[in-house]
């Protein structure tokens, strides 16, 4: 793959969010990726570089501070030229991998119903469907439910 994964820093913010709304087709993510997650989350949150030192993607997740069986995965992205590679699962895999070793069991994420290539790269990892939520980031804003139970295959 010729790419390196290693833990975020907060120092990656700055390279991370000037990529967010390019690699969302101009849509306006970066609002949702404040700098705290490169603060608070180093130890669950990774960044991958191509062999220049470029960034070819991004994972930012967190282990549940409500429930002690559950990490999240908040946001994830792959640089467009670094799609289909398997570098979004091996990010997924880092992630399942960190959180297992802290002892969760289930990984959870959301995503947008409207959003069938989300649903179908989570189905792939092995995340089932838990359900989907009216209203889950305000009015008319509602998400699909992804769960994942660590220890399955592909895990």
Known sequence: MGVTIRHAQPSDYGRVIQHVNAWWSGREMAPMLPQLFFLHFE???????????????????????????DAYVHFVGVAPEQRGSGLGRELYERFFAAAASAGRTTVRCVTSPANESSIAFHAALGFEVDRVASDYDGPGEDRVLLLKRLGQLGS
């Open 43 to 69: 130890g669950t949150s990774f960044v991958a570089e191509d062999g220049e030192g470029r960034l070819a993607g991004f994972l930012v997740g967190f282990l549940s501070q409500t429930d002690a069986t």
